[in-house]
């Protein structure tokens, strides 16, 4: 269940006002098969552009980034959606669930669009729920969720598809210490299982707690690379 991901010489630039914007400023970056990196910066740094080019969610400017080899640059638009689909589990600062819709359902989503059949999908997300401590929460909404559950229920949805790479954006950033620390503790399993995981956080606790290494990004250029404290 692991995958490598290397980025080399990315850059993203958008144009505001007429201006070019230089977000990214080349990037190198190679992770290794169930490698847990951490990228740290100030707001704005580029983090977020950084972590949507590697999802597949936006294309970089110019270099490229390479799954198990490929290069995401070659895929288009509908196999970049199945790449999103098959081999990417996303986690957000705000969740992002679907208000409307209880957990359970939320967690099947990602096995809709998969194609997979009712009772199919009812047992993995049922099981995706229990493998993050809700399965007393199956029927509950996200209004009706603390904060700390509603990210566990994103995490369900992001596993749910057994993907190779997680992709976590400041998933602690709206949390408490103490159930940040819980989710990082699911993170952490979450690579024990195999998977290769890219996460942003401003809190160098969290870094030190979970990766194997620190990129700091200042500017959209790596300043400095560390080991992390998951050894
Ligand atoms: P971070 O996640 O580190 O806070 P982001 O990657 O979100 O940083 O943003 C980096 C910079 O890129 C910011 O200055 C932001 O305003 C700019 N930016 C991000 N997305 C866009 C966009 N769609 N159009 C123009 N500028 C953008
Ligand atoms: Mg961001």
């Known amino acids: ?14 144009t505001m006002g007429g201006e070019p914007l230089l977000v990214l400023r080349g990037i190198d970056l190679a992770m290794r098969p169930g490698e847990v ?11 977020s ?7 597949g969610l936006d294309r970089p400017t110019s270099g490229a980034v390479f799954v198990d080899g490929v290069s995401l640059d070659s895929m288009d638009d509908e196999q970049l959606a199945v790449y999103r689909r098959e081999r990417v589990g996303f986690v957000f600062q705000s969740f992002n669930l679907i208000p409307t ?4 359902d939320n967690v099947e989503l990602p096995l809709v669009f998969a194609g997979i059949d009712k009772d199919t999908r ?4 049922a099981a995706a729920l229990d493998k993050v401590g809700l399965s007393q929460r199956l029927d509950h ?13 994103a995490i369900a949805r992001a596993i749910v598809n057994s993907p190779a790479i997680v992709l976590a954006d400041e998933p602690t950033g709206n949390l408490d210490t103490a159930t940040g620390h819980e989710i990082l503790l699911l993170m952490r399993e979450m ?29 959209g250029s790596v300043t400095e690379i560390e080991q ?4």
């Open 1 to 14: 269940m692991s995958s490598t991901v290397e980025v080399t010489g990315l850059t993203k630039s958008y």
């Open 37 to 47: 990196v951490c990228v740290m910066g100030p707001s704005g740094s580029g983090k």
């Open 49 to 55: 552009t950084l972590l949507n080019i590697v999802g």
């Open 101 to 104: 819709m209880t957990a359970q």
């Open 122 to 125: 009812r047992h993995r997300a």
């Open 141 to 153: 909404k996200p209004t009706e969720l603390s904060g700390g559950e509603q990210q566990r229920v």
């Open 191 to 219: 690579n024990a299982e195999g998977r290769t995981l890219l996460i942003t956080t401003h809190d160098r606790a969290v870094a030190e707690s979970v990766a194997h290494r620190i990129v700091h990004l200042l500017d």
């Open 228 to 231: 992390g404290g998951n050894l």
